[in-house]
């Protein structure tokens, strides 16, 4: 039912910075929003989720982008962004994003139910 969007992926030069929006077609106030990727030949990784506790909700980065990726929703919106301002040629990848009912975050692509059909980031070095 949940339709997901995104946009921004682009050809971007290392070190430089992505901005990535996943718009829903309803309100994503009761979901889990995340972004995943999958390079050529590889499994489906997880990036990025956030849920909805709290004002902003709580955000959850995996260890391979800590520190470089950030997430963030805007409800009013009903989009999540994923954001980065040092990107790396490793960081090439078909960008998800992705959605769950529920408040816990999950690391794990098949418990999200709803995907966006991903973007195409491309870092060049």
């Known amino acids: 039912q949940v339709q997901l969007v995104e946009s921004g992926g682009g050809l971007v030069q290392a070190g430089g910075s992505l901005r990535l929006s996943c718009a829903a077609s309803?309100?994503?106030?009761?979901?889990?929003m995340a972004w995943f990727r999958q390079a050529p030949g590889k499994e489906r990784e997880f990036v990025a989720a956030i849920n909805y506790s709290g004002a902003t909700g709580t955000a959850y980065v995996a260890d391979s982008v800590k520190g470089r990726f950030t997430i963030s929703r805007d409800n009013a919106k009903n989009t999540a962004l994923l954001q980065s301002n040092s990107l790396k040629p490793e960081d090439t990848a078909v960008y998800y994003c992705a959605a769950r009912a529920g408040v816990r975050i999950v690391l794990t692509a098949r418990f999200y139910d709803y995907w966006g059909q991903g973007t195409q980031v491309t870092v060049s070095s």
């Open positions: 309803e309100r994503t106030q009761d979901y889990t």
